[in-house]
């Protein structure tokens, strides 16, 4: 299934894109809609479609204009520009860009359907050219990859001056010369360690890193890529680092089997301290590199000592895993313990208990970085009666464990005061504040928190398990509801009401949402 998102400022134009077509007996899903590019392209960036139909005039931010930003920020996006008679010209610079096919107004539903279809197609082909590992495997190993390898690994590990770096990159067609840089190293995982798993996103992530502006990159070991960013904007750069590794986890999840793990460093000003952002990044990956989930996390989420949020401890490892860990790690957690006590099967109470102590002072720790006391909220793991009874056997060692270990973390879920709690409460109080202005946006609301967009969706979506959007239309339908059960309000004026500015396209997201249409909801 491909899905796919409209953007047009004629509203008959959506509507009638968005109920002719049957989406549910089709190849397609309906994403979502826009009126304005700006708008547009807000949503495009969280939700994240395989197919934009846009039209080529448009207040604010044109077609052209938006084609060529989407194609530079979530460049997998195949596109299709809608263009009256005299902007055939338009059309044809559109194409240049990388759009895919343009139809001309006015059209018929068939002709969209044979467009959709070609284009779908097309990403077909490119899966199945991702099926051919042993041609994968070929390119990955030829000499040019290995030379180039071989040479951006000495430039992040610090073994080259910036001279020599910039003169051999050169011999590869990599320009080096930027004002700013910034390194990321991302560990990729295959559940089942299947080999061609792993090839295949292997592929995919070379083939994006190829179409990245100011990008260069590689794969330091089997499973680790890495890659540095260069920009003249110090912002930018950490923005588009964001952007990069959102589209590669994107990408990997939609055609894979395999999660991804990226770390990124800080942004430095010289080719020689590219080194220092690669060891940061390491650092930061190291610390996370037993989670099998895809998480993206930046230099600047983890080292704010100074407002509130969680410093990791590089000398008590599972502290830090504690800090960022889900229920769903506490087993991966145990079975670690547990393989140290099998390796000592005749000293079984005595490595428990040392064992156990670690845990529960780093619980301990944990409790006390929330403003918490270990004394107040479990005082009984504090007790010699507690360690004796956890270490009769293997057990009773798991059971108590998996209970110290999954309470501490839903004490921190509870009272964590960190930078990501601080972010994301502020922008759930911005959403409730601004649901009912149709304007509201990924963009505006990421200007409120004071974070850059990429940033801001990463960690939303992280954090809250939903993009905004999903967030922001599941707000305005619950005040709908309300509305629909509470007054004598048309439906229209409710979706006015509540931030639609096109009341069947309230009616449509209404019923994806519920199940039902607004009159039934009203009914019941």
């Known amino acids: 299934m491909y899905s796919v998102f409209i953007v047009d400022d004629e509203i008959i134009v959506r509507e009638g894109l968005r109920s002719k077509i049957d989406w549910e007996h089709s190849q397609f899903t309906f994403a979502g809609e826009a009126g304005d590019g700006e708008i547009a392209l807000s949503m495009i ?23 060529q930003t989407v194609k530079k920020l979530q460049p997998w996006i195949r596109i299709i520009i809608l263009s009256g008679h005299d902007e055939f010209d338009y059309a044809k610079r559109a194409i240049s860009i990388g759009v895919e096919d343009y139809i001309l107004k006015p059209f018929t539903l068939d002709e969209m359907l044979a467009c ?13 050219q991702f099926t051919d590992i042993e041609r994968m495997k070929s390119e990955l190993e030829s000499n040019f990859m290995l030379s180039r390898e071989k040479l951006l690994s000495d430039i992040v590990l610090g073994m080259m001056d910036s001279g020599t770096a910039v003169q051999k990159a050169s011999d590869f067609n990599i320009n080096l ?10 560990l990729i995982n295959s559940k089942d360690n299947n080999i061609n798993e792993l090839t295949a996103a292997k592929s995919h992530i070379l083939r994006l890193s190829s179409t990245e502006e100011d990008t260069v990159g590689f794969f330091l070991a089997p499973n680790t890529f890495v890659s540095i960013g260069k920009n003249g904007v110090k912002e930018q750069c950490e923005d588009r680092a964001f952007n990069f590794a959102d589209t590669i ?36 990956l190291k610390q996370f590199r037993f989670s099998d989930k895809n998480r993206i996390i930046g230099s600047n989420d983890i080292h704010e000592p100074n407002d509130g949020s969680i410093v990791l401890q590089e000398n008590d490892p599972l502290v830090d895993r504690l800090n960022y860990a889900d229920e769903s790690e506490i087993d991966q957690i145990i079975n670690e313990y547990i393989a140290l006590l099998g390796e000592n099967p005749d000293h079984f109470s005595i490595i428990a208990s040392y064992l156990l102590v670690d845990v529960i002072m780093a619980v301990s720790k944990v409790i006390e970085e929330l403003g918490g006391n270990i ?10 009666s507690f360690v004796d009874n956890a270490v009769q056997n293997e057990d009773k060692f798991i059971s108590e464990i998996k209970r110290v270990l999954t309470a501490v973390l839903q004490y921190r879920n509870a009272h964590i005061q960190g930078r990501y709690a601080d972010v994301i409460l502020r922008a759930k109080k911005y959403i409730d504040r601004n649901y009912a202005d149709p304007d509201i946006c990924l963009h505006s609301t990421a200007e409120a928190v004071n974070f850059s967009p990429n940033h801001f969706s990463t960690i939303f979506s992280q954090e809250c398990k939903t993009t905004f959007i999903e967030y922001l239309t599941g707000i305005r339908i619950e005040h709908a509801k309300k509305l629909l059960k509470t007054t004598d309000m048309k439906s229209a004026d409710i979706a006015y009401e509540v931030g639609f500015n096109d009341p069947h396209y309230f009616s449509f997201i209404f019923k994806k949402v519920t199940g039902v249409s607004p009159r039934d909801w009203r009914n019941t």
């Open 177 to 186: 010369v930027a004002r700013y840089y910034i390194v990321s190293v991302s």
């Open 116 to 128: 959709l279809t070609k284009v779908a197609s097309g990403l077909d082909k490119q899966k199945q």
């Open 249 to 284: 986890q994107h990408e990997l999840s939609k055609n894979t089997g395999c999660t991804i793990l990226t770390a990124i460093g800080p942004v430095i000003d010289h080719i020689t301290q590219i080194a220092n952002s690669f060891q940061e990044a390491s650092r930061i």
């Open 375 to 384: 004394k107040e909220v479990m005082p009984e793991i504090l007790t010699h």
């Open 45 to 67: 960036q969280d939700i994240k479609p395989d197919i934009l139909i846009t039209d080529i005039k448009m207040p604010f931010m044109d077609g052209l204009e938006l084609a």
